[in-house]
């Protein structure tokens, strides 16, 4: 049987309460834009509840604690199908009765949760590190990312702390949404498509301070200078920075 929800977090936890609802336990949760009904696929369609979504949540936490209960919303975020039925088969013991599950490495759905947990964590803390902001002449400081995970969610909290005195937008050209933050708040923002298409041109999107090229410059500039050409390890440079985020970077352009 599948479990057709909206692709969203809410309606994932939704998918596990209406299967202990239900007593249908032998489920696959499939977002409803991947589903594609035929004869031979039984299927039932999940509506998101906020209410059921956080009774859901809650359990979890009880069970884990409020940390490793918001693991399975960093899986989630992987956008990993196989992670998805991996994290409910999980979720459907610890509502059984077992709450060490989750050290059970030798259950495979265990170990590839984890396994994915490892991947989601180490691009958001790449995504940390490597994302580049440039400045508008109107005072909004502004980045574009391309991560293989959502993991914009997971880095929004930290960059708001970094940088709290100052507007900015981080936007994800894979899932074309970014986040923005006015000092105050923080919002979802989504482009038009011709929009998107002109933001790599950050001079047709976005008319930057006169400044913000000099300070590339410099910046480009620094790690020149601090390079030691004699200790040079390509091999090591590329297992902590990988090419996909050279486009990103201004040291390295």
Known sequence: ????????????????????????????????????SDFFREHREVLTDAMKAKRVQQGLARRLGEERARDFFRVFLSEDPQAWLSAYKIMLQLFRGDTGILGNYGDTDVLYFAQTLKKVD?????????????????????????????????????????????????????????????????????????????????????????RDAFFQRLWQQYFKSTNIEARKNLKLHLQHVPKRYWKYLPEKQ
């Open 1 to 36: 049987m599948y479990y057709v929800f909206d692709g969203s977090y809410a309606g994932f936890l939704c998918v596990v309460f209406e299967s202990f609802e239900r007593k249908a336990f032998d489920t696959i949760p499939i977002t409803a834009s991947v589903f594609q």
């Open 122 to 210: 180490r691009e958001r803390h790449r995504w940390k590190a490597f994302t580049r902001f440039s400045k508008s002449n109107d005072g909004l400081y502004f980045a574009v990312i391309e991560p293989d995970y959502n993991v914009l969610p997971l880095v929004t909290g930290f960059f708001r702390k970094r940088y709290a005195d100052q507007a900015w937008l981080i936007y994800d050209v894979s899932r074309h949404y970014g986040i923005a933050y006015d000092t105050r708040s923080v919002s979802e923002v989504q482009m038009t498509k011709e929009e998107e298409i002109a933001l790599p041109q950050v001079s047709i999107t976005i008319l930057l301070d006169e």
